[in-house]
């Protein structure tokens, strides 16, 4: 279920992704970089070697998986995202420190009442086929968005809005019903160029195979299965103020399609990827090599998911809070982040990430304490009255079965820990492996689990309504665990009414602590995003948001060059 | 002969239309649907999202009208569009990777036939031999190491320890500067490790039926007919022996025709080649079925006419068959 690389740093998508593995390697917090592996400092290169930003050398990533569809809002897959967020633009998109900054529109104004957004869009702008970029471009991109014909899974993110006006070629006026907060980013939507789309069915539209934006990156071609190339945009409007050049620098990116990730390490040994998104076990052990160390700087910071084990709480076993404080305190995530993820990874408290605005790190933990476990749920009415070692309540042992799905190796590893942790307090546990299909359609949706392990991916705007509020219970919505309280309620819908960052930051933060309290979940683990991109790369600047938010900004100087200037 | 041929030409049709319900039922047996990529991953899609991809391709109709809808479209020779978000059509989507297949494993099976014949032939007239024992030993291992393990050592060995061959994919990403011989080469380095390590795999089949044929035509009375004759041995073997035991050999190759088209799914995931196997194997996970329905379409059609030249070779090859019949 391991999908590649997330990117949705410019189409600016804020779904919450049931990660179906955890190598997400998007944006995050606490980066830091490790250049040549041990050593400290810059990689030692003669001191004569002119490293100033120089146009030139061809990007070469890797992925899992091909591109499926190359308009953004007709595709839900990471690989297809990834290259159509360097072929197309957004209104807004955000920063390495998660701030919504201008894309395509230059300034923006919020009215008092939070009800209309005005955006004054860069003039100058040209899509790659020479046709300048309009409102009407934008205006467009809502309609066709809203079409009913359209095939697209994003429409919600433009359901609340209640008009698009195009006031001029450069200002376009968008009203909402009602405040909506997560309404600015939601127009880091890719902005599609209306000339060649209007008129036509956008379902079968060459555009697909064939896509023209306005990115730094213009298409050039698409080997199915083999490779996708994209070549500089010299018409690009972003200008780097430190050089006055016009970005991007990199000439071509060439985007590979390696489906096995052991194949895929191997043409990083002989150099011939730039980047790779690592596994635990090759940070640790396999990049050690001088031959590595040579080539690559490695990068780590934390990755956009959690890993969690959610309680079905219409199951008898899990109804007392005591019980699910129990569970969680007779758990040791540090454990399971060292032998899970071999240390590279936090513990996780809630569905935030550590480190950025909204998280709350002062909520109630549940440090690992199977005496307080067992305290916790002898106070429930759970003894073992039997002798057989499993717990009980009038007559019922505790025992519950653990469901999670296949293909994810560092799950199936947490469920087995937990497992034996639960053991020892007297909880007897049993752990089924489900495809992913089956898993979610005959056991998730239905309500039919005690336990589950899953994950989730964190997006950036920190907008929960869809898994917590208590009208999105399964099989139509995605709070599995059929997690109810008014309060939550009441706090998901006011915050995200709410502009005003540090008042939602107030109000999300009562919320993470809800959470804490009531443990619906015993959240485990943030995972590292592990990456491995080739020293001859300059200007990568860590930041919450990881490494690739600036990509265009990415360069290599001359004398480092590698790929030769195609004709 | 031609009626004959005619004949079972005309019960194809009846079967292939079986395999077609049948397969088409099992498909919409499996859990899950078509929308679920785009729906399970995202909570922002609604319900309606749903409702309008399956109006959109007209799942919403009952499973006779679907079947009959698809057949309809078959019999001119339209296999639909397929349900991923490329929304290609099917025939688009398999004829790109069609001759990637069919390259490889052409090249494969010829590799396999020149090897694993004269293997066999030598093993069965040197039976006993140390030379028999060796290639035997050697055929198995190749039979029974999985080929993925295979695969990544020599890749990690050729390709990143010495350098000498490319690891995966079919060109460089030079490729167009390249010289003409330079593009050869490129083409043949690429092909070099899948092909080698394809062929290592089957050579135990062809070269232990070969040994076993080979074998037990050799007992027969006309080859020692032959040698009291007086012949020399090497016309013995090589001409009388060898011609009669190829047979099974030329009915197998009935049965290599259909797997022709089809790739392996391993195989084409560790050398990063876009084959058949791949697209089979994610259109039957994302339930793609029009392309599912398009692929199995061609491959049976492919197995019966399989078996339809291997029974026609055969009575083309032994006239006792040829004969018999008419």
């Known amino acids: ?567 | 002969m031609l009626a004959y041929v005619a004949k079972r030409i005309a019960f194809m049709i009846p079967m292939l239309l079986g395999i077609t319900i049948i397969s088409f039922g099992l498909m919409h047996l499996a859990p899950g649907s078509p929308t679920e990529l785009y729906t399970e991953m995202n909570p922002k899609v609604g319900a309606e999202f749903k409702a309008r991809f399956e109006a959109y391709y007209g799942l919403d109709k009952p499973l006779p009208v679907q079947y009959a809808t698809w057949l309809s479209k078959v019999v001119r020779l339209d296999l639909g569009i397929s349900f991923s978000p490329d929304k290609r059509p099917v025939w688009d989507k398999i004829t790109e990777r069609l001759p990637i297949t069919l390259l490889l494993n052409g090249i494969g099976l010829v590799v396999i036939l020149a090897t694993a014949i004269p293997l066999g032939v030598l093993s069965a007239v040197r039976r006993g031999s140390r030379f028999d024992r060796v290639t035997t030993v050697f055929v198995f291992v190749g039979f029974s190491i999985p080929s993925f393990w295979l695969a990544l050592l020599l890749m990690k060995w050729l390709g990143v320890d010495l350098g000498w061959l490319p690891i995966s994919g079919l060109q460089s990403l030079d490729y167009p500067s390249l010289s003409p011989l330079g593009k050869v080469w490129d083409r043949v380095s690429h092909l070099l490790l899948p092909v080698l390590v394809s062929a290592f795999g089957g050579l135990a089949g062809i070269s232990r039926y070969m040994r076993g044929s080979m074998l037990e035509v050799i007992r027969q009375d006309y080859i020692t007919a032959a040698r009291a004759k007086g012949l020399p041995e090497g016309k013995v073997v090589y001409v009388h022996a060898l011609r009669n035991s190829v047979l099974p050999i030329v009915t197998l190759m009935g049965f290599w025709i259909p797997a022709l088209i089809g790739g392996s799914v391993i195989f084409e995931t560790i050398f990063a080649i876009p084959g058949m196997g791949q697209l089979f194997y994610q259109s039957v996970m994302s339930r793609d079925y029009p392309v599912i329905q398009g692929i199995l379409l061609l491959g049976s059609a492919l197995t019966l006419l399989g078996n339809l030249v291997a029974d026609v070779t055969y009575a083309l090859v032994d006239p006792r068959i040829r004969f018999g019949r008419s």
């Not at chain 1, 569809?69 to 897959?77: A, C, E, G, Q």
């Not at chain 1, 197309?88 to 104004?109: F, M, P, R």
């Not at chain 1, 443990?519 to 020293?535: D, E, G, K, R």
């Open chain 1, 1 to 567: 279920m391991d999908r590649s690389r997330t990117d949705f740093r410019r189409s600016g998508r804020l779904a919450l992704v049931l990660a179906g593995g955890l190598a997400a390697v998007a944006a995050v917090a606490g980066c830091s970089r490790e250049p040549g592996g041990e050593r400290a400092g810059p990689p030692p290169a003669p001191a004569q070697v002119d490293r100033s930003p120089a146009y030139g050398d061809t990007f070469v990533d890797a992925s899992i998986g091909d591109a499926s569809n190359l308009i953004p809002m007709l595709s839900t897959d990471s690989p297809s995202h990834a290259v159509s967020g360097l072929v197309y633009n957004g209104l807004v998109k955000y920063d390495g420190q998660y701030n919504v900054v201008g894309d395509l529109a230059e300034s923006w104004e919020v009215s008092d009442d939070n009800l209309v957004i005005t955006f004054h869009l860069r003039k100058g702008v040209r899509f790659h086929d020479g046709v300048p970029l309009t409102a009407r471009d934008v205006a467009y991109t809502y309609r066709v968005t809203m079409d009913p014909g359209t095939l697209t899974a994003y429409r919600g993110d433009f359901e609340p809005v209640k008009s698009v006006e195009v006031v001029d070629d450069y200002t376009l006026r968008v009203t909402y019903d009602e405040p909506f907060a997560p309404a600015l980013v939601s127009w880091g939507a890719a902005v599609l160029p209306r000339h060649l789309l209007e008129g036509k069915d956008i379902n079968t539209s060459e555009l697909i195979r064939n896509p023209v934006g306005t990115g730094p990156y213009r298409f050039v071609e698409w080997t199915t299965g083999q490779r996708i190339v994209l070549e500089r945009n010299p018409d690009y409007f972003e200008t780097d103020p430190n050089t006055g050049m016009r970005l991007p620098y990199l000439g071509r990116y060439v985007f590979r399609i390696i489906p096995d990730l052991g194949v895929q390490f191997n043409e990083l040994l002989a150099g011939k990827i730039d980047r790779m998104g690592l596994k635990p076990l090759q940070w640790t052990r396999q990049t050690q090599t001088d031959r590595f160390t040579r080539q690559y700087d490695k990068y780590q910071y934390l990755a956009n998911a959690y890993t969690y084990l959610g309680y079905n709480l219409e199951n008898e076993l899990f109804r007392d809070v005591r019980v699910r404080r129990a569970l969680t305190h007779a758990i040791d995530k540090g454990e399971i982040v060292e032998g899970v993820l071999l240390g590279l990874g936090e513990p996780a408290t809630g569905p935030y990430k550590p480190g950025t605005w909204v998280y709350n790190p002062d909520v109630p933990r549940y440090p690992y304490d199977p005496d307080r476990a067992r305290a916790l749920l002898a106070e429930a009415g759970w003894r073992d009255t039997d002798g057989d070692g499993v717990l009980d309540r009038a007559g019922r042992p505790f025992r519950f079965t653990i469901l999670t799905n296949q293909g994810n190796d560092q799950r199936l590893k947490t469920a087995e820990i937990v497992q034996q942790r639960l053991k020892a307090i007297g909880v007897a546990v049993e752990i089924r492996v489900l495809e992913w299909a089956a898993f979610i359609n005959e056991f998730v949706k239905p309500g039919k689990f005690d336990a589950l392990i899953l994950g989730w991916t964190i997006s950036q705007d920190p907008d929960l309504y869809d898994v917590w509020h208590s009208s999105k219970f399964s099989p139509a919505g995605l709070n599995h665990t059929h997690y109810a309280n008014p309060e939550v309620d009441d706090l998901l819908v006011r915050a995200r009414k709410t502009f005003d960052r540090a008042e939602r930051k107030r109000l999300y933060a009562r919320f993470q602590e809800i959470l804490a309290e009531e443990q619906p979940y015993t959240f485990l683990y943030v995972p590292s995003a592990l990456v491995a991109v080739s020293n001859r790369i300059h200007g990568i600047v860590p930041a919450p948001a990881g490494i690739s938010y600036n990509f265009e900004r990415w360069y290599v100087p001359k004398a480092l060059q590698k790929y030769a200037e195609t004709p």
